[in-house]
Structure formats: C-alpha cells, structure tokens
C-alpha cells in the first residue's frame, strides 16, 4: 500500500494537465517590439546625421500621434490599454518610410490612419492583415501624391530638391555609385538612405532572434537573381547590388516584411511570401509606374497571407 502511494506522489510530479500552448519562449510581444524598436536606433541615429531636425521632427510627429490615436480608439471602445509598444514601433517604422521634407500636418494624418485603419480597425494587435505602417504611407501616396515624391538632399534645407537613386535609374538612366547607396548620402525616405544602419540592426535582430531568416534571406536573394538576369540585357536597369542597397529594399526586408501578424505561420509559407515579394518588387521597378516598389510587394503579399496559412501548414507535433 506504501509503495503504491509512493508511485502515486511520483507521478504527479512528473504528468501533468496544462492548456496549450505546451510550448513557451522568452520571446514576449513587449520584448519582440522593444528589440525592434533598438534595432532601429542606427537608422534613426544616421537619418538625423543626413537631414538634421526635420528628421527628429518627423520621428516625433509620427511616434506622438501613433500612440495617442490608439490610445484615444481604445478609450473610446472601453477596451484596455496595450501594455506593449506596438504603436510606438509603427509610428517610427512610418516615419522611416516618409520622405524628409514632407509636412508634419501629412505626416501626422499618415500616422492616425496607420493605427486605427492599419491596425485597431481589425481588432487590434494580431488581428491585422496589412502591416499598419505601410497602409499609411500608402494612405499618404494615394492622397498626397506629389508630397510623398518631393525628396530633399542630404545636409540641405528643405527647398533643395533631387531625385532617388531609384528615380535617376528609372527615368535618367543614371546609376548612383554604390558606396553612396551603402552610407546614406542620397535621396530618399528618412530611414531607407543608410544600408550600413539598417544592416546594424538587422544583426541585433539576428542575435536577439527577433526574426525568421527565411523571409529576408528569400526576399533579397529572388530580388538579386531577378535583377541579375534584366542586367544581363539591359545594363541600363541596375546591377543586383544597386537593387538591394537602392530604396527601402533592406528596411523592408528585415523590419516589415518580417512582421510575425501579416506572413505566413509556416516555413513554406513564408519561403513562397518572401520570393512573390522579391519578384513584384523588380517588377514594379524595372516596368512600374513608380521606381519603387517595396510597399506594393509587402501589401500585396500580406493579402495573400491568409490563403498561404489555409493550404501550407506545418507538421503537426507527432504527426507523420
């Protein structure tokens, strides 16, 4: 009878009955977005080098007004406050997608919509289709047309205008040299100009294991090949390189395209997201109406999430 009761106390310690999910991580949604958020601070840190206040200016309008329209939607619905920074991330993720010079009336209307259309409107953090920082900057491309391809030059006041890299390729026939494109003295959105900034903070996010390599792996390396085989034609379209450090290619790659709510749950699935993304982006570059095209591809995938997580699932655990 002892030694039954003995066996008894053994096994409850070693089974036990838990609601899933039976698999947790340190990696908490608080944590993934502080990261994200300090893996930006290079290319934040870079943009106010090269356009000086309007850069701060810019960051704070769009981080200011993220965070009060969520906090002012949530209010007014009687749901409880976030304890995450996620609307802190898509105002400064927004920020860096918009270019220097553009009003902070537009920037801030940008934000607004990022969060409550991109984001609230679905329900909130994890329930959105499209990442929320590009819906606004589409938002602003479709509304202020001629705002959001004004760009200013490096060190210069606002009424100094010029061209992209991405815009001289396309339009003139002019390829800007890669160790401009790789430092940042070009034209260009806040947060796209430095690939050396971005690539800093792409390896925190690496070490920290804030992201799957796959999506920004496949998404750069389709883009490569793809512009690789137009260059052979046509030289005139850009080498590889000019490509992957041309544009927001890189801010997109490891900061949106990775966002966890809007791609793919398995690894297939997100192999398929990142080469369809790699693919509309030189399609929209080389043969577009617009030079760039890295927002398109990202929304358009993320509209295609869904269908990918419905017919490419993972292995069950103990399945076949």
């Not at 200016?57 to 906090?71: N, P």
């Amino acid at each position: 009878m002892r030694k039954q009761k003995v066996e008894t106390e053994q096994e409850k310690k070693i089974f036990f009955l838990s609601v899933s999910p039976h698999i947790k991580d340190r990696l908490a949604v608080s944590r993934l977005m502080r990261d994200l958020i300090i893996a930006l601070l290079p290319a934040m840190g870079f943009s106010i080098y090269f356009f000086r206040l309007r850069a701060v200016e810019l960051i704070l309008t769009c981080a200011f007004f993220s965070v009060v329209s969520e906090y002012a939607f949530l209010k007014l619905r009687r749901k409880a406050l976030p304890k995450e920074s996620s609307a802190l991330l898509t105002g400064i993720l927004l920020a860096l997608v918009l270019p220097p010079n553009l009003p902070l009336w537009a920037a801030a209307m940008g934000a607004v919509f990022a969060v409550i259309f991109g984001k609230q409107i679905f329900g909130g953090l994890g329930y959105n289709i499209f990442n929320p920082a590009l819906i606004g900057r589409a938002f602003l491309m479709a509304t202020f047309p001629v705002l959001m391809t004004t760009w200013a030059l490096p060190f210069t006041l606002d009424a100094v205008t010029g061209a992209t890299p991405l815009g001289l390729m396309k339009f003139e026939s002019q390829l800007t040299s890669i160790y401009s494109l790789f430092w940042g003295n070009v034209s260009g959105s806040l947060g796209e100009t430095s690939t050396f900034a971005l690539l800093i903070g792409a390896v925190y996010l690496f070490v920290k294991r804030c992201i799957d390599w796959r999506i920004p792996v496949f998404y750069l390396a389709t883009a490569a090949v793809f512009t690789g085989i137009t260059f052979l034609f046509n030289p005139n379209y850009g080498s590889p390189l000019f490509h992957l450090l041309a544009g927001g290619l890189i801010l997109g790659a490891f900061f949106m395209a990775t966002d966890p709510v809007t791609t793919p749950v398995s690894k297939k699935g997100r192999i398929i997201f990142a080469v369809g993304a790699g693919v509309l982006v030189v399609v929209i570059r080389l043969w577009g109406g617009y030079p760039e095209g890295v927002m398109f591809s990202i929304l358009f995938m993320n509209a295609v999430t869904p269908i990918l997580n419905r017919y490419i699932k993972s292995r069950v655990l103990g399945g076949g």
